[in-house]
């Protein structure tokens, strides 16, 4: 197996970001391209995207986490399912922004060596799933001691609880729990996938955990959902639907009349 072309990488990310500036872009998914390394030209290119908040580089041969690029905003980082040894771990110590990182399946086999992340203090989620790591003896307590700034590990509460943001009855212990520390990026999420293209149902994620869970990223991939700014267009239904409610309320009066 080779590994993937700075060409053939450069394509894909292209495939993403079509015309959109790089400052624009807070998404970059290169899963399963055969990296084996970040190179130095991989690096440049990556920087270039200075606002990106997520990316995915699952399945990719990742052998070292070296010349990883300096990304000020990162909050969500997968690198599940690579050969990474644990002493890559020191290159993501200058994501200081990193608030949830998914190692699972890689080299790591003791709780001291994530020592590195003790200085990501904005890290809440850690993903640890298929590590040898996961066979030390209280493993989950030694991890939470180790990272007291951690909140979730495995998809799991301090108290063993399974964190699934969609169920209705982990949303409140979700929110309590991840609220006072995750950066907010508010967006709604609307189902149009009626016919009419009418929303169905507006959710509401108070946090960036909400937003970037590998559920609502399958869910835009499958284009079920739209994402749109509540700054913006949460302003603009309200203003519609008020519109559409005062027309209705003439529409009444002109037929009493």
Known sequence: ?????????????????????????????????????ISPELQLELEKFSNLMALT????????????PKLANLAR????????????????????SLQSLALGGNEVKTVEELSPLQEL????DLDLLGCDVNLVENYRDKVFEKLPHLLILDNCDKEGNDLDLNNEDDQQVSDEKLAKTLITK???????????????????????????RKEVFKEKLHEKYETF????????????????????????????L
């Open 186 to 212: 508010e967006v709604i999420v609307v189902d149009s996938s009626d016919e009419d293209d009418m929303p169905v149902e507006i959710k509401e994620p108070k946090n960036a955990e909400q937003y970037f």
């Open 57 to 68: 580089m699952n399945e990719c041969s990742l052998k070292t986490l070296e010349n990883f």
């Open 121 to 124: 203090e904005a890290l809440s």
């Open 1 to 37: 197996m080779t590994p993937a072309s700075f060409e053939s990488i450069l394509k894909e990310i292209q495939s993403q970001t079509k015309d959109t500036p790089p400052s624009s872009i807070e998404e970059l998914n290169l899963d399963t391209l055969d990296l084996f390394q």
């Open 229 to 256: 700014e509540i700054a913006g267009k949460k302003k603009l239904r309200s203003k519609s639907k008020e519109k559409e409610e005062e027309e209705e309320q003439g529409s009444l009066k002109k037929v009493k």
């Open 77 to 96: 980082l997968e690198l599940c399912d690579n050969k990474l040894e644990a002493s890559s771990l020191e290159e993501l110590k200058k994501l200081k």
